[in-house]
């Protein structure tokens, strides 16, 4: 091959490798939102579970 070819091949090689990575990095960062977005959803949950329990023992409290 010629050097101008061997170049172009490096570069190509070169920008692939990079892509990769940006592309490993972006599935990383997405697993942590991912992980993180389900622990505030269970967070949700428990506090909406805990204002009902508390809603329905005001309820029974105040209404004879």
Known sequence: MSAPVISELTRLEATFERAERL?????EAERA??????EAYGAYE???????????????????
């Not at 592309?23 to 599935?27: D, F, G, L, W």
């Not at 939102?33 to 389900?38: I, K, N, R």
């Not at 909406?48 to 809603?55: C, F, G, M």
Request: without cysteine.
């Open 33 to 38: 939102a991912y992980l993180h977005w389900q």
């Open 46 to 64: 428990l506090a909406r579970d805990e204002a009902s329990t508390a809603l329905r023992a005001w309820v029974q409290a105040v209404v004879p």
């Open 23 to 27: 592309r490993e990095e972006a599935a």
